[in-house]
């Protein structure tokens, strides 16, 4: 029974901390424009794929995966600068509609550049599983939960240590004021969402060992990132990590104890219920005005 748990644990905490870094994109980008970017699920499909391609080309596994890091981070900024900086006028409904598209647009151009199968990376730090009191766990798990652990910490000292993440955090309280005192407003928007890319990119890496990747797998991650931003509580980056940990171990303990037929669906009925007991989730703000 402690081994069954420990191993639902393990699993939960895995993907969970991958739903946490895409949730913390939704945060990024909702907090600098108030928009909510569907296409956040797709930088994490392309850094998986494009690690996978980039290594069958004959590059060493660690420089495709920094390659596709970049080239995912360049695709975030591009979606600002041609497509959200280029209707800033429209409504957020509209914006988000963008985003959407921009999701649809990026699956299909994933299908003709990559193609449709699934792939896999080898594990970075072995594939020799731990033993820990009957439950294993792979070293890739630990990579992962290392690397959402060092984005989050370092994500923190750049708002809190930097002018440009206190820019950041300036803009996403007041825009207009920051503009007024001098911040690039423009500049942190295309920042904001290359930022994203890159986190939902390094998702891709550390993550397409254990579950493999695809070109539509951006789809469910989407979801199952927003339902923990909004658990969480939209633009909370604390939130983000909490209500991402809380969705995998929902769905763990879902498939291991229920069904795995329905460990989506447990995940997503959690989080109907708790967001009809606190609508703006467990960290959101009571009041929020924006300028």
């Known amino acids: 029974m402690l081994e069954s748990f420990l191993q639902f644990t393990f699993s939960g905490l895995t993907v969970g901390a991958v739903y946490a870094l895409v949730a913390l994109g939704f945060t990024i ?10 296409a956040q699920g797709e930088f994490v499909m392309i850094g998986g794929m494009s690690t996978v391609f980039l290594r069958q080309d004959g590059l060493p596994l660690a420089a495709a995966a920094a390659l596709a890091i970049v080239l995912t981070t360049v695709i975030g900024i591009l979606l600002d600068k041609l ?16 985003t959407i598209g921009a999701s649809i647009f990026l699956r299909g151009a994933a299908q003709l550049v990559f193609d449709k199968q699934l792939h896999r ?19 890739q798990s630990l990579l992962v939960l290392a690397g959402a652990a060092a984005i989050f910490v370092g994500l923190w000292l750049f708002f809190n240590r930097s002018r440009t993440g206190k820019a950041v955090l300036a803009t996403a309280n007041n825009r ?3 503009r007024l005192v001098g911040v690039d407003t423009a500049f942190i928007m295309a920042l904001s969402f290359g930022l994203s890319a890159a986190i939902g990119a390094t998702a891709g890496v550390l993550i397409t060992p254990l579950t493999l990747t695809s070109y539509d797998v951006g789809l469910m991650l989407a979801l199952k990132g927003f339902a923990a931003a909004m658990l969480g509580g939209l633009g909370n980056p604390f939130g983000a990590l909490v209500g991402g940990l809380a969705i995998g171990l929902i769905e763990a303990f879902g498939a291991g104890y229920v069904s795995s037929e329905y460990k989506d669906a447990s995940a997503f009925l959690v989080i109907l219920l708790i967001l009809f007991l606190m609508p703006r989730g467990l960290f959101g703000k009571k009041t929020v005005e924006r300028v």
């Open 29 to 38: 980008i909702y907090n600098a424009s108030d928009v909510v970017n569907f």
């Open 83 to 98: 497509a959200i900086a280029r209707a800033k006028r429209a409504s957020v409904l509209s914006l988000v509609i963008i």
């Open 121 to 139: 990376l080898p594990a970075f730090a072995g594939e020799d599983p731990l033993t820990l009191m009957g439950a294993t766990i792979l070293p």
């Open 176 to 178: 207009l004021a920051a």
